[in-house]
Nanobody, 118 residues
Framework: QVQLVESGGGLVQAGGSLRLSCAAS????????MGWYRQAPGKQRELVAG???????NYAESVKGRFTISRDNAKNMVHLQMNSLKPEDTAVYYC????????????WGQGTQVTVSS
């Protein structure tokens, strides 16, 4: 079993910054893709940013140039630096990790609230 624990959410004014972190622990053989997703009230969960074990990244169009995803493979952690935050970034942010190879399992964190006030 693998546990993902997020931290770093909170309340910030528009234009401000937050840094989210996600730490994976447990029976980890290898972690592949890691990503940050978010879900706003009444909306579907969406991918915000993802990063492979080799460091290749992808971002939602709405956050490109403002958010940066990074990971520390030695510590089994992934981070999301969020700058120039907007009220529409308000959501619960979830960390997801793909663990293992054949089979590969998907794990989710419990979520952390990010609220951006205007």
């Amino acid at each position: 079993q693998v546990q993902l624990v997020e931290s770093g959410g909170g309340l910030v004014q528009a234009g401000g910054s937050l840094r989210l972190s996600c730490a994976a622990s447990g029976s980890i053989v290898s972690i592949g893709h890691m990503g940050w997703y978010r879900q706003a009230p009444g909306k579907q969960r969406e991918l915000v940013a993802g990063i492979t074990s080799g460091g290749n990244t992808n971002y939602a169009e709405s956050v490109k140039g403002r958010f940066t995803i990074s990971r520390d493979n030695a510590k089994n952690m992934v981070h999301l630096q969020m700058n120039s935050l907007k009220p529409e970034d308000t959501a619960v942010y979830y960390c997801r990790a793909l663990v293992g190879v054949q089979p590969t399992y998907q794990y989710w964190g419990q979520g952390t609230q990010v609220t951006v006030s205007s």
